[in-house]
């Protein structure tokens, strides 16, 4: 079994922007009257998910094939590069996210401090009042959020500092900000589930950021706590923490970890808002510095619906859409991959994840495919690609057929502005040790208002 040994300086993207502004406010600043300072903010309607998605009907069918690789980057001899199709999820909840961006100007050329927040306006077919409670929750969040001045006293503060320090008008300031984002982990009839990341950069070597977990009822439109997912609340918090427990005490979580016993982890995870129902399981995350060092990142623990519905979760926050398994780190899953009958040995873990010395590990009945497989090696050596954050998948993208695809989930990043980009890399087991590349997707599998799966005539054709 091989290991891919990658000795690279891997930036980490932690945060979009929040690395960025490395320079510090101890440049010095000259001073300005109130009448120089220029505010500036619009709203803009789009959908972080895919802008298209808005200009389509439910029923219309995307591709979104336009960049896969191309041939001669797939291993020799495949034949499986297949046309992977993007449908619109039906459901009965539909958003519209919309951006609110502030900026204050210092003169012509110096920005004091920029907000940003990206935020959904919910519909729920037949049920407004629902969808009303709902936005309203939301709303609140924000108005909070843009009525807070901490980020714009700091920045005023340091500013007029450095500039009386000064005395020259000659000097640089790296403007701070905040911003807020919400992203939708789930969205259909029972629930709907956001996890909002607010980061922000006041000075120094690197900004803040922390997370925040909502889930609400779509049928109630009511705002869901930790215990509202089962009659016996007190054997669910058990019943969860021996998960977790079990899960943290692998290799590759301990390596990013402090030394946390279970009382720690209680003390950490289970506080309000901790936790998000995902299109793959119950996830229970940390903030930095909580559980690990800021270079860790958010810490995740996610249980799998098929363990949940022997904790006791009410079948009304069961998931019944495509079936989306993570695969966490170390932690071996057995599934019948190509539908042969057999079961087949699945692990995947990152050794010292999201460090310079990142190896992945993808194995199947022993074999590591990261190491051996050409195609797969090249994509987690590739430094566009922020592989030291990898998330692998296993994704039914055709519910017909006796096969489960694996998928790989990463960001790009071009390293010259603050933009990241994710993609989805798509496998097959085959059997008798062979893994086909079907192509990649920009976005994500794990998109909750999204079905991904093989074109119909690339599925009569591989039937074939």
């Known amino acids: 079994m091989g290991i891919v040994n990658r000795q690279k300086n891997v930036l980490i993207l932690v ?25 500036i903010q619009a709203d803009i309607l789009f959908d972080p998910q895919t802008e298209e998605d808005a200009q389509s009907t439910d029923n219309e069918i995307e591709e979104t094939q336009e960049d896969i690789l191309p041939d001669s980057q797939m291993e020799d001899g495949a ?18 996210f919309y951006t609110n961006d502030q900026s204050t100007k210092i003169g012509e ?3 004091l401090w920029t907000r940003k927040c990206i935020y959904p306006v919910v519909r729920i077919e037949e049920n407004e009042s629902a969808a009303s409670k709902i936005n309203a929750d939301i709303q609140e969040r924000v108005d909070s959020f843009h009525k807070d001045s901490f980020v714009p006293d700091s920045a ?23 911003e807020m984002t919400f ?36 049928q109630t439109g009511e705002l869901l706590r930790f215990d509202d997912l089962t009659g016996n609340a007190g054997a669910f918090r058990q019943d969860t923490l021996a998960f977790i427990h079990n899960l943290a005490s692998a290799t590759a979580y301990q390596s990013i970890m402090w030394e946390n016993d279970i009382d720690e982890l209680q003390e950490v995870l289970y506080q309000d808002e901790r936790w998000y129902l995902s299109t793959s399981g119950l996830v229970l995350f940390s903030n930095p510095y909580e559980l690990g060092a800021f270079s860790a990142g958010s810490i995740e623990f996610t249980i799998p619906y098929s363990d949940l519905e022997g904790m006791g979760v009410y079948e009304k926050y069961e998931y019944t859409g495509t079936r989306t398994i993570l695969l966490q780190t170390e932690e071996v899953c057995f599934m019948d ?14 050794d010292t994840k999201g460090s310079a010395n990142t190896d992945v590990h993808f194995l199947v009945d022993g074999t590591d495919y990261a190491a051996e497989h050409e195609t797969l090696s090249r994509q987690f050596s590739d430094d566009d690609y922020i592989f030291c954050w990898t998330a692998c998948f296993l994704y039914d993208m ?4 006796t096969t489960t695809e694996i998928a790989f989930q990463m960001n790009y990043s071009s390293w010259t502005d603050d933009v990241v980009v994710p993609y989805t ?18 976005g994500t599998i794990t998109d909750p208002t999204a079905v991904y799966y093989i074109s119909p005539q690339d599925r009569n054709t591989n039937e074939n």
């Open 398 to 401: 055709d519910p017909t057929d």
């Open 15 to 39: 945060v979009v922007g929040v690395l960025l502004c490395l320079c510090t406010a101890c440049a010095e600043n000259p001073p300005v009257t109130d009448n120089e300072i220029e505010e």
């Open 183 to 218: 992203t939708v982990t789930r969205a259909d009839s029972k629930v709907l589930s956001f996890l909002v990341t607010t980061q922000y950069y006041i000075g120094g070597s690197h900004g803040m950021y922390y997370y925040t977990g909502l889930n609400y009822d779509t």
């Open 337 to 350: 991959l190509n539908g042969d009958g057999q079961e087949e040995e699945i692990q995947f873990y990152i």
């Open 79 to 96: 034949q499986n590069h297949l046309s992977i199709e993007r449908m619109q999820r039906d459901s009965s909840v539909s958003l519209d």
């Open 156 to 178: 005023d503060e340091d500013y007029h500092s450095i500039c009386d320090a000064s005395g020259s008008d000659d000097i640089y300031f790296c403007g701070y900000f905040d």
């Open 109 to 111: 050329d110096t920005l």
């Open 425 to 442: 890399f798509l496998y097959r087991y085959e059997g008798s040790g062979a893994l086909s590349y079907l192509g990649r997707i920009e």
